[in-house]
C-alpha cells in the first residue's frame, strides 16, 4: 500500500495555522494580504508568508543603538585616540552584521570617518527590530551625505557611470580608487 505524501494532521494544522494567521492579521490588512492566493502557493509557504507579514507589522521600531542588550551606546570619536577608535569599530562592525546591518560602500572614509557615520547617521535611525529578520539591512555609505558624487568617484561601473550622466547631463566625477581598502562583512543584495 502507498504511503500518502501528507498526513491529514499538518494539512489540517496548516488550515488552521493558516486562520490564525489571517485573523492576527486582520488589523493591518491591506491589498498586500489579499494578494496571496492559496491557488499558487502550496499552505505552507503562504503561512510562512503571513507569518513573516505579522512579524514586521508587530516589530517594533526602535533606533537602531536599542537593538542591543545592553544597549549600543559608544563614546564620541574625539574621545578616543586611533588605536581605540580602531579596535572599537572592529567590534562595532561584527556587531552590526550580527544584527543583519551590512556596510556598503565604506573604502572611501577612513576609521574615524566611519565611526563618526555609525555613530551619527546609524546608530540613532529608526527601524523595525525584527526578531528574525530574513534579509539584511544595508546601509549604502557613499551616499550619507546626499551627494552622489562619491558613489560616482569610487564605486559605480563603467556602465552605471554612463548612464548617470545620460540621464542627469552633469559631468563625472574622475574614476578614483578608495583610499581605505576594507574587508567588511558582507551579505549579498
Known amino acids: 500500500m502507498l ?20 485573523n492576527e492579521l486582520e488589523p ?10 492559496i491557488r499558487q502557493f502550496p499552505l505552507q509557504f503562504e503561512n510562512e508568508y503571513l ?3 505579522l512579524a514586521w507589522e508587530t516589530a517594533p521600531v526602535l533606533p537602531i543603538y536599542r537593538w542591543f542588550e545592553p544597549e549600543l551606546r559608544l ?7 586611533d588605536e581605540q577608535l580602531s579596535r572599537i569599530l572592529e567590534d562595532l562592525i561584527e556587531k552590526l552584521f550580527e544584527k543583519q546591518i551590512v556596510l556598503d560602500f565604506t ?13 551619527r547617521d546609524i546608530l540613532p535611525i529608526r527601524e523595525k527590530n525584527m526578531e528574525h529578520r530574513s534579509a539584511f ?31 542627469y547631463r552633469q559631468q563625472l566625477p574622475p574614476r578614483s580608487l578608495p583610499p581605505f581598502q576594507r574587508n567588511l562583512p558582507q551579505h549579498p543584495f
Open 51 to 53: 507569518a513573516s507579514m
Open 75 to 81: 563614546p564620541k570619536s574625539e574621545s578616543l585616540d
Open 28 to 37: 493591518y490588512y491591506d491589498e498586500s494580504i489579499s494578494r496571496v492566493d
Open 107 to 119: 573604502d572611501h572614509l577612513s576609521n574615524r570617518e566611519l565611526y563618526t557615520l555609525i555613530y
Open 137 to 167: 539591512l544595508h546601509w549604502d555609505c557613499s551616499y550619507s551625505d546626499g551627494d552622489p558624487d562619491t558613489w560616482l568617484r569610487y564605486y559605480a561601473s563603467d556602465e552605471d557611470r554612463e548612464c548617470w550622466a545620460e540621464t
Open 3 to 22: 504511503e500518502p505524501s501528507f498526513t491529514p494532521t499538518t494539512e489540517v494544522d496548516e488550515l488552521l495555522r493558516n486562520v490564525e494567521l489571517r
